[in-house]
């Protein structure tokens, strides 16, 4: 699929007339805990037998049974083929699976970035594509419909300014998340009840770090 026109993508922070929601208490916690993480291994590269992509300590499909050889990219989450849920993976582009950048071309502007890790945190199943330097105003955790990653709407940009940022389609049901690995689920960490959902991978099995638990449910 590709996208009429290419597309000069901003850098400004959002236009005032977008909506963005703040969670103060919530970008504190994330920030203490990316402090605490640079004091362990995750920030200071560490040896490659420290970090477990496959841990067992993960509860993927969210019943509180650990799931114990959970491993990253495995389907977790309850999915029916036969739904007639519209695919949202890729959408304009986003969430398509990736190697490298070059994968990524079907975002307009030419500004597609192909993410396999967040944060030292949090592995991603086979890549995804995205842009990740759409911003999001301090103190906030998401721009619905932000006009930095598509001017034909529909597309989020989410996460923690001077962290990490990314644009991603909303989701509603993991029926619309057509990539193995993926669900329909709040941003680990800092997503909160009633805030938007995307197609994500499972935090637990996905983690980079010990215990698990730090990277979220």
């Not at 236009?15 to 919530?26: L, W």
């Amino acid at each position: 699929m590709s996208l009429p026109g290419p597309k000069m993508w901003p850098k400004s922070h959002p236009n005032a007339s977008e909506k963005t929601h703040a969670h103060p208490m919530r970008t504190l916690l994330f920030s203490a805990l990316a402090l605490a993480l640079c004091f362990s291994s995750a920030c200071d590269g560490g040896d490659a037998e420290d970090t477990d992509t496959t841990s067992g300590y993960g509860d993927g499909d969210g019943d509180g049974d650990g799931d114990g050889d959970a491993v990253c990219g495995e389907e977790w989450a309850s999915k029916d083929p036969m739904s007639g849920e519209t695919p949202l993976q890729p959408l304009l582009g986003f969430g398509a699976p990736c190697e490298s950048d070059a994968d990524c071309t079907e975002i307009a502007g030419g500004a597609g970035t192909c993410v396999k890790e967040i944060l030292d945190m949090f592995e991603v199943p086979n890549g995804i594509c995205t842009i990740t330097d759409c911003n999001v105003p301090e103190g906030s955790f998401y721009v619905p419909d932000s006009s930095e990653c598509s001017d034909m709407g529909g597309v989020d940009c989410v996460g923690i300014v001077g962290s990490f940022t990314a644009c991603l389609p909303q989701c509603s049901n993991s029926d619309q998340c057509n990539r193995e690995g993926y669900g329909c689920r709040l941003m680990p960490i800092i997503g909160a009840e009633n805030d938007p959902t995307y197609c994500l991978m499972d935090a637990q099995d996905c983690c980079l770090i010990e215990p698990t638990m730090n990277c979220g449910m």
